[in-house]
Nanobody
Framework: QVQLVESGGGLVQAGDSLKLSCVLSGRTFTNLAMAWFRRPPGKDREFVAAISWSGGMTFYTDSVLGRFTITRDNRKNTAFLEMNNLKPEDTAVYYC???????????????????WGQGTQVTVSS
């Protein structure tokens, strides 16, 4: 059974940095495309960033370009989201998502991902 577990969230001030981690267990990390989504308070879940299996392709939503970086360590079955210059509007529950069908592709569509973590809260105060 595939399980994704996020960690690294917390309460920070505007301008600070956080690095989220997502660890996969229960199945191989091979050929697994990964992504991060978030759900701001009172809003729908939205796409943040995605990375292909090899790490050679990444994709970001416009609002985080230049501030967030998605990476992965395939030896450790882990994906990361490094978040710099955080803003209050980045406050959300952040979710890790994964899918084997995407492989070397990336997608911003939630329905393309079969596996989801439970989420980690990120709160940015002004």
């Amino acid at each position: 059974q595939v399980q994704l577990v996020e960690s690294g969230g917390g309460l920070v001030q505007a301008g600070d940095s956080l690095k989220l981690s997502c660890v996969l267990s229960g199945r191989t990390f091979t050929n697994l495309a990964m992504a991060w989504f978030r759900r701001p308070p009172g809003k729908d879940r939205e796409f943040v960033a995605a990375i292909s299996w090899s790490g050679g392709m990444t994709f970001y939503t416009d609002s985080v370009l230049g501030r967030f970086t998605i990476t992965r360590d395939n030896r450790k079955n882990t994906a990361f989201l490094e978040m710099n210059n955080l803003k209050p509007e980045d406050t959300a529950v952040y979710y890790c998502a994964a899918d084997y069908r995407l492989n070397q592709r990336v997608s911003r569509t939630q329905g393309d991902y079969d596996y989801w973590g439970q989420g980690t809260q990120v709160t940015v105060s002004s």
